[in-house]
């Protein structure tokens, strides 16, 4: 199924419409968003393609000259989503975790509808991006994904993940339409650049290919559901029983298969990423104080500690 986007004007009444069908809420800070704005005021011009194949993935190609700034909030879930900017700039949040996209630049992450996905654009003469999204629940009757493809997925262990786009994939993408093909032929090419794009863009030192014999596949899928809260949600406090309870498991139970699918105990796990999450901050010029707070230490003194005995340095120094 796809939908060949024309060159047109994108007014807020169009976006909600994209909106109701993606469940995204999209906000126009500087426009009033009923009455006569709402039908006059051209928000961005240019062309949306969408693209839903068979296997469960979907392709959204936008190429848009973006006249008023808008922020979308992705509400919905999906395993693996890939967003790639080819011209233009993006900042993302996601949970405590903040990203910018520039030109030749992508980022990997899984949604959650706990944790959405904020996108802000600015105004700019032209966004030129690739969204793929993949839901092995959307695929068609015997056409789903390669198995290879779901054990990955399961496996992630890096919430957003942004990486490069090689100059031969740039040129894929560009020539991905070719309006002289049949529509099967055309899922065929969208299929595999798929299967590249995800090959790509999953991050080859995080991923565990192979399952532990202990942990069986629903086990780690609650397993994740607590990684993920622990990583999009860092700064906050929790308990063991909270977390057990969302893995339904018991406390030992929880901190033994924990321990055999990620390699460190729940709360182990929380002070690494705070304290990685917490370096990155320091690097974005958030001074020692800001930066406790931002992952979760209630006191700076105990963060700077934690910090220098992880790695080897206070925080001021590794600003």
């Not at 090689?166 to 020539?175: E, S, V």
Request: net charge positive.
């Amino acid at each position: 199924m796809h939908n060949h986007g024309e060159h047109r004007a994108y007014r807020i009444r169009d976006f909600r419409a994209i909106g109701e069908k993606f469940d995204i809420d999209y906000h126009f800070p500087n426009i009033l968003q009923t009455g006569v704005d709402a039908d006059k005021t051209i928000i961005a011009e240019g062309r949306i393609s969408e693209y839903a194949l068979s296997s469960g993935f979907r392709f959204t190609f936008s190429q848009l000259d973006i006249r008023e700034p808008y922020e979308s909030v992705s509400l919905g879930h999906a395993p693996l989503l890939i967003l790639l900017v080819l011209e233009g700039h993006i900042h993302l949040k996601i949970g405590a975790l903040e990203r910018e996209l520039e030109s030749g630049s992508a980022v990997t992450m899984q949604l959650h509808p706990e944790y959405p996905l904020q996108a802000t654009q600015k105004c700019q003469q032209r966004l030129n991006t690739v969204a793929l999204a993949f839901d092995p629940k959307g695929a068609d009757v015997g056409r789903a994904a390669p198995p290879t493809l779901l054990r990955l997925l399961s496996h992630i262990h890096d919430p957003v993940h942004t990486w490069s786009l090689p100059d031969f994939l740039i040129t894929q993408l560009a020539n991905s339409y070719a309006p002289d093909l049949q529509e099967l032929q055309q899922s065929l090419l969208l299929e595999g650049l798929a299967l590249q794009l995800t090959g790509l863009g999953i991050p080859k030192n995080k991923t565990r290919t192979h399952a532990t014999d202990a942990v069986s596949s629903p086990q780690r899928e609650r397993l994740e559901l607590v990684r993920q809260k622990l990583e999009f949600a860092p700064h906050q406090n929790y308990s063991f029983s909270e977390l057990a309870r969302i893995a339904a498991m018991s406390p030992s139970s929880l901190r033994t298969k924990f321990r055999a699918t990620y390699g460190l105990s729940p709360f182990d796990y929380l002070r690494r990423y705070r304290l990685e999450l917490a370096r990155q901050y320091l690097n974005q010029g958030f001074s020692v104080q800001q930066t406790a707070h931002k992952v979760g230490y209630r006191h700076a003194t105990n963060f700077a500690t934690a910090f220098r005995h992880e790695f080897g340095v206070s925080p001021k120094k590794s600003q």
